[in-house]
């Protein structure tokens, strides 16, 4: 009886783990190209599928793997662009969620709408949109992550990429000396309470936030802001991610220089922090069992200790001495996964500062 009580408690922690750390199911629909070419439509689509995946927040449907789902079940993709339609290919696919849209060209502005279905309700959870007035391949370089980190942000990183984003001009970044002179010179006479930040990133292709807001590698040599503090995030795959504040004053040109260190067991680095999260969970759920076992063992104990009769002393004994070995065992499996913690943090930092 002890025994049977013992592992019904573990399979349902193991339970609740397994459903904690099922992620949500997304399938991403080719974009419509309104304007420009179906090839350029489709490398836009594999961006933003890349992107997804690269949040970690996502079990990705990759494209092989869809179409060959589809394909079994009879069910074609093309023309497919009403919501009732991508519901039903969603319900196919098994997912919870749907990403379509369309990219295109309207007049000399280039523009992006992406729309997330929530199959399970069959509504249209999110919209989002991104316009520019430019080269095409900041469609690629930046409007694609725009349009989804507006799609999925929060409500405050919404606010703050409306505000700052709307149809953007493409303008020459500053080469020489004499250039950021005449820069300077502009923030002193049109500007108010503005500055600017010349920021140097290598690598070339890494990713840069400023304030939550995403911009380019070449955009963050020319960027300007209010005065006052700000913040600055650049990362890139297989290098380290750099993250400061930074302060901008009134007129003047804040300069920095920012070099990622490539880390040379980037796919070590990933599996060891997964394996740290995944400690950190299951070592505060086995500790939390055995705090709330520890517990029950010493209600269940005082009960024995002021029994009045012989039947309800031994159901007390018995319940003690049950939760006992639960106390124990998950005493046991919790000192395991803090031990295994600890290590894959210590793996962490020497490959973080490894170089």
């Not at 449907?61 to 009732?84: A, P, V, Y």
């Not at 302060?247 to 922090?273: A, Y």
């Amino acid at each position: 009886m002890k025994r049977k009580i013992i592992i019904g408690i573990f399979v349902s922690l193991f339970m609740f783990i397994s459903f904690s750390y099922s992620q949500t199911t997304i399938a991403v629909l080719q974009l419509r190209a309104k304007g420009i070419s179906e090839m350029e439509a489709e490398v836009l689509t594999e961006r933003l599928r890349s992107h997804l995946v690269n949040l970690n927040q996502f079990q990705v449907l990759d494209r092989e793997n869809m179409n060959s789902i589809l394909e079994e079940q009879g069910f074609q993709l093309s023309g497919c662009t009403s919501s009732k339609c991508m519901i039903e290919a969603g319900q196919l696919l098994g997912v919870e969620f749907m990403i379509s849209g369309s990219v295109g060209k309207f007049g000399t502005i280039f523009t992006i709408d992406l729309r997330k279905i929530d199959i399970g309700s069959g509504e249209i959870a999110k919209t989002s949109s991104y316009d520019f007035k430019g080269e095409m391949e900041n469609l690629l370089t930046e409007g694609i992550n725009t349009a989804l980190i507006r799609l999925l942000g929060n409500k405050e990183q919404k606010e703050k990429l409306t505000t700052t984003s709307q149809v953007k001009e493409t303008t020459t970044q500053p080469k020489t000396v004499e250039d950021d002179k005449s820069i300077h010179e502009k923030l002193l006479t049109d500007s108010t309470n503005m500055g600017y930040l010349n920021a140097s990133i290598m690598p070339k292709f890494s990713e840069v936030d400023i304030d939550n807001v995403s911009t380019s590698v070449e955009k963050a040599k020319n960027y300007s802001l209010p005065a006052g503090k700000h913040k600055i995030k650049v990362f890139a795959k297989d290098y380290s991610t750099f993250s400061d504040k930074f302060k901008i004053i009134e007129g003047e040109i804040t300069s920095m220089t920012i070099t990622l260190e490539e880390l040379n067991g980037n796919q070590q680095l990933v599996k060891f922090r997964k394996k740290r999260k995944r400690g950190i969970i299951l070592s505060s759920v086995f500790w939390s069992t055995t705090l709330f076992s520890a517990g029950m063992e010493g209600s269940n104990y005082d009960k024995y200790e002021n029994a009045q009769t012989s039947d309800s002393a031994k159901e007390y004994r018995e319940k003690t001495e049950t939760w006992g070995s639960i106390r124990n065992l998950s005493a046991v499996v919790a000192i395991s996964f803090s031990a295994s913690t600890i290590y894959n943090h210590i793996k962490i930092k020497k490959i973080i500062t490894k170089k």
